[in-house]
């Protein structure tokens, strides 16, 4: 297509820039005016250049946090990559078992995430909790279990946590990949006397490719950005030990009113999170190339 | 009158894609615009249209420069390769869609649109959807939905092209006496198949890399192909070229053949011609004195059912040959393969048409 | 290699059929012999794939036995049959060099390395691979590709059949003639039976010794490409085969005639003796290309109209009206169409005599 006779069509972008300007760009602005000024009240405001970068950055709870979301978030693809594919493979591909698993995988995508925390607290209760009455009545533990007694409880309920609520994800990214993988391999790979381990490695997997990229991205984001489900949990305890970034930041911006250092640190924490998806990106992106040539 | 291209060129970044076009379509008249795939001919068709504007040049619609007017404006309606039809609408309204914008009746279209229905038998099919037919009876619709306007200009790119080809058979008939029932339109048919284009008859428009090589009445054009190239795309399968000379009266095709000279290349000068013969003309059996022999080996036979198109190697030189009826031919093994004078079409060394078989006293 | 029995074989995708209108396949019962070359031919739909498919173990029919030489293999499923496909579309897996791919059917056999690398690159030899064995499979052109899948399929050397499904629908038609010819090599070379599946009549035709030609599920006629042209079983033969197809006018058999709207046509004697054994309704079919078209008034030639002409470069293609019967001729270009008015022989040798759609024998 090309340019014709007038311009006029431009006007119909008009709309989508203000939302966009206004949703994003003026709010971003905001945050970096922050980040460069120490507020003390309305109208009342010094320029201190890059003084709350560097005072974050040499914050050494904010390392910590950072140290603890890189773990978490590692744990998470970890986890979900794998059982989202094994998932999918074990998903009936026809039948009316096709729609029950589709509708039992999206129900904990469907829940508000907040919901999901309480959910969770109630289910690990040690005292009416079913998974806390459970495990503790089995007796092997030396201290009973309680997602608040010990740092490991909290990490292995908000993990369990974690995994239920996205591995759904996963698996329907994953099966909407393996079935747009045409039959004819399938049966060819039969006629080639190919394994089930054959099928899955020369077949499966680098048709998956591109929902796999699609998957590792969506769940490294959203859990490098996670907030409300370890908020409702833990609340970032016991100690700091499940105080990730965003719940380290909302305590700088909220509970101490520091302005300033929290729009440096929203300003860092962008730009990490945009960088590692970048790396991701291009990663997977390339391993695609290298074997198409 | 009717419809003119004038220098129209076409240029995207730095690719041409039509460059120079002059052309003419009187009232009335039935034009083919025949090329190989990429030879510009969509382009040149979506110009017409008006959907892209020419990087130069004029397009006059009966003396008046159209180029910037709207489409929606313009007398006329197309059909694409695909069968483009609205999916939620049953047959009866995609065909009478059209009308409805124009503004007409209830009764006026319904007359229409039950009477182009007929003429495409899809009659009995008015009140399903796209989906529930089949390709042959989509594109049937589609065609429907373009004739029953009655615009002023027809446009069809490669209308047939994504059918079976038994469907393609049927429908090229059809579309030829329905051609014959729009006495005012102007249709521009694009195909790269020389046979649909002989059976619309009419004009043609030889394209080829953006190009206008030759145009004129379709018989015309096919008895005298300008160039060695537009022979070769005004040929199915390709017409079989050996190169050779001309000298004393006879030609020397290939190292080893010599042929008379046949009245029509009585004029030619002595020196090194293309010498290009269509493969229903080589036989397999002398049909007359004067006809040689060339030594050949088998390369494949193609069959299509009511011929046999046989490939064959002389030396280096591949040539195929037409025979009707069914036939085979162990590949590899030797053949003798004849050709007469009278059936040679003769290119000098540009490439340029230098003499033409005779075509006196046919029909 | 082997030769493949099909015993009363139907199948239907539904589980419980009644009629057979809802059989996919109805009742097919034939034999595929050893180191032929066939073609299943048909139009969409016909049930062409679901008998390819059956015979490749991907689908069990409904109903009767498939033996490959006697043995009983309904129920064995495709790799315990070592048959090979070609698929529509190239099938090949994408992150493996061709020359793993290639490998691919070997390595999940276990032979040996040695004897691997020995029949890849024959096989690589014989389909001019060899230049591009290291390359990644997936950055090839689709001739190239279709290469592959056969090879794979070429490599083992106990392959009983090699299918193919339509094999050259994604090849550009100038190198089309080549892969036919490719074909006809590796068949004549190893005598390997070979069933393609197609629904255009070139590649059938061109391909096979032997064709099958189906239709609405059944199989209505085997033969030779010539058979299927001078001698079509069904209409429906008649109809797709030859282009165009076959003229069809109804009519009935007096003595060794058949009357058409009037005018008496002669048969020859074989044909009008089994007419009239036959039962049904009766219909005259003969080819365009067939038909004689004078300018004067021959022996048997009636008088008719010509209604159009289309030239077609080599030959014409003449509409005409036989007592308002429409017939269409092929004449070659070097005849003479007369103007308006002409003289139409059917000749008897060619002229073919039909009985509720099939051929009277």
Same mark, same amino acid.
């Given at each position: ?82 059982? +989202? ?128 990229? &699609? ?39 909220? +509970? ?24 991701? =990106? ?12 | ?13 730095? *690719? ?69 039809? =609205? ?98 339109? &102007? ?22 890399? +953006? ?42 095709? +290939? ?91 003769? =290119? ?16 | ?26 009742? &097919? ?38 033996? !490959? ?159 299927? !042209? ?61 038909? *004689? ?69």
């Amino acid at each position: 297509m090309e340019k014709w006779e007038n311009n006029k069509a431009w006007f119909l972008v008009l709309p989508v820039f203000l939302i966009v300007a206004f949703s994003a760009i003026i709010p971003l602005m905001t945050v970096v005016n922050y980040s460069v000024q120490d507020i003390f009240g309305p109208g009342n405001a010094v320029f201190v250049g890059t003084e709350w970068f560097e005072e974050v950055l040499r914050d050494t709870r904010l390392h910590d946090a950072l140290g603890r979301q890189f773990l978490f978030s590692g744990l998470v693809l970890l986890i979900e990559i794998p059982l +989202g594919i094994l998932v999918a493979l074990a998903m009936p591909k026809r039948g009316w078992g096709v729609s029950a698993s589709l509708i039992t995988l999206a129900l904990p995508l469907l829940i508000p995430w907040n919901v999901i925390g309480t959910i969770w607290i109630i289910f690990t209760r040690p005292d009416i909790g079913l998974f806390g009455v459970a495990v503790n009545g089995l007796d092997l533990l030396s201290v009973p279990f309680d997602h608040t007694a010990r740092p490991i409880y909290a990490w292995i309920t908000l993990m369990a946590m974690e995994v239920w609520h996205w591995t759904p994800l996963v698996a329907l990214l994953c099966y909407a990949g393996l079935r747009a993988i045409p039959e004819a391999y399938y049966q060819a790979a039969k006629i080639d006397g190919a394994s089930a381990l054959a099928v899955f490695r020369y077949i499966q997997l680098p048709k998956m490719r591109g929902v796999l990229t &699609i998957a590792v991205l969506l769940r490294f984001m959203d859990s490098f950005l996670i907030y409300a489900e370890p908020f409702a949990l833990t609340g970032g305890g016991p100690g700091n030990t499940t105080t990730f970034l965003s719940i380290y930041l909302v305590k700088i911006a909220v +509970g101490q009113f520091d302005l300033g250092p929290a729009a440096a640190f929203s300003l860092i924490y962008f730009l990490i999170v945009l960088l590692l998806s970048f790396i991701f =990106y291009q990663v997977l992106l390339n391993v695609g190339k290298g074997e198409k040539r | 009158m009717g419809l003119m291209l004038q220098h129209v060129d076409k240029i995207v970044g730095r *690719e041409v894609h039509l460059k120079d076009i002059d052309l003419h379509f009187a009232p009335g008249s039935r034009n083919v615009i025949l090329g190989r795939t990429l030879a510009g001919k969509t382009s040149l068709l979506r110009i017409m249209a008006g959907l892209d504007r020419p990087t130069q040049g004029r397009l006059l619609v009966d003396g008046r420069d159209v180029i910037g007017m709207s489409v929606r404006k313009r007398s006329l309606a197309m059909v694409y390769q695909q069968f483009i039809n =609205y999916p939620s609408l049953t047959i009866y309204d995609n065909i009478a869609s059209p009308l409805k914008l124009a503004g007409l009746n209830k009764s006026e279209i319904d007359r229409r649109v039950r009477d182009t229905a007929a003429m495409l038998h899809i009659d009995d099919l008015l009140f399903r959807l796209p989906a529930e037919l089949s390709g042959g009876q989509q594109q049937r619709t589609a065609i429907a939905r373009a004739l029953v306007k009655e615009s002023q200009l027809l446009l069809l790119d490669e209308p047939l092209v994504n059918l079976d080809y038994k469907l393609r058979e049927e429908l090229r008939v059809e579309l030829q006496q329905i051609f014959a029932l729009r006495k005012a339109t &102007i249709v521009v048919y694009t195909t790269t198949e020389p046979a649909e284009a002989l059976m619309l008859g009419g004009n043609i428009v030889i394209m080829d890399e +953006g190009r206008v090589l030759q145009a004129g009445p379709t018989p015309e054009v096919f008895r005298h192909p300008a160039t060695t190239r537009v022979a070769e795309i005004f040929s199915d399968p390709p017409i079989n070229f050996i190169q050779g000379r001309a000298e004393a009266g006879q030609a020397l095709l +290939g190292p080893a053949i010599r042929l008379p000279f046949s009245s029509h290349m009585a004029h030619l000068p002595a020196g090194p011609y293309t010498f290009g013969v269509r493969c229903n003309h080589l036989s397999l059996q002398s049909t007359s004195p004067e006809a040689v022999a060339i030594g050949a080996r088998v390369d494949l036979c193609e069959i299509n059912g009511s011929e046999t198109f046989i490939h064959v190697r002389y030396g280096d030189t591949r040539l195929v040959v037409q025979k009707t009826g069914v036939h085979h031919f162990k590949i590899g093994s030797s053949i003798t393969v004849y050709v007469h004078p009278c059936h040679l079409f003769v =290119y000098d060394a540009e490439g340029q048409l230098a003499a033409a078989p005779d075509h006196t006293g046919r029909a | 290699m082997a030769r493949i029995d099909m015993q009363e074989v139907a199948h239907s995708y539904r589980p419980k059929t009644q009629t057979l209108h809802e059989y996919a396949l109805k009742r &097919i019962h034939m034999t595929w012999e050893d180191g032929g070359a066939y073609a299943l031919l048909g139009p969409s739909g016909c049930g062409k794939t679901t008998l390819l498919n059956i015979i490749s173990g991907l689908l069990k029919p409904s109903q009767g036995k498939v033996l !490959y030489d006697g043995g009983d293999v309904t129920g064995l499923p495709p790799e315990q049959r070592n048959i090979a496909q070609v698929f529509q579309f190239p099938v090949l897996y994408d992150t493996m060099s061709v020359f793993d791919n290639l490998a691919f059917p070997l390595r999940n056999r276990g032979v040996t390395a040695d004897r691997i690398r020995q029949r890849v690159r024959e096989v690589a030899e014989m389909l001019d691979l060899d230049s591009v064995l290291n390359k990644k499979a997936a950055g090839l052109s689709a001739d190239a590709k279709q290469k592959i899948s056969l090879g794979r399929g070429l490599v083992r050397s106990d392959v009983a059949a090699i299918l193919f499904d339509e094999p050259l629908t994604v090849i550009d038609p100038h190198l089309k003639w080549q892969l036919r010819r490719k074909l006809k090599e590796i068949h004549e070379r190893f005598h390997l039976t070979m069933i393609y599946v197609t629904h255009d009549q070139v590649e059938a035709m061109t391909f096979a010794d032997t064709i099958v030609v189906m239709y609405e599920g059944e199989v209505v006629q085997v033969g030779t490409p010539e058979e299927l !042209y001078e001698m079509p079983k069904h209409k429906f033969v008649g109809y797709f085969i030859g282009s165009p197809g076959m003229n069809f006018l109804p009519c009935t058999l007096e003595g060794l005639f058949a009357r058409v709207n009037g005018t008496m046509i002669p048969l020859d004697e074989r044909t009008a003796n089994l007419a009239r054994r036959a039962s049904g309704k009766l219909e005259l079919g003969i080819r365009p290309m067939h038909l *004689e078209l004078h300018a004067q008034a021959v022996a048997d030639a009636f008088p008719v109209g010509i209604l159009t002409v289309e030239d077609q470069g080599a030959s014409r293609i003449v509409t005409l009206a036989l007592n308002g019967q429409m017939v269409r001729a092929r004449v070659p270009e070097e005849h003479l169409v007369p103007q308006q008015k002409a003289w139409l022989r059917f000749p008897p040798e060619k002229t073919r005599l039909f009985a509720d759609g099939r051929l009277v024998e």
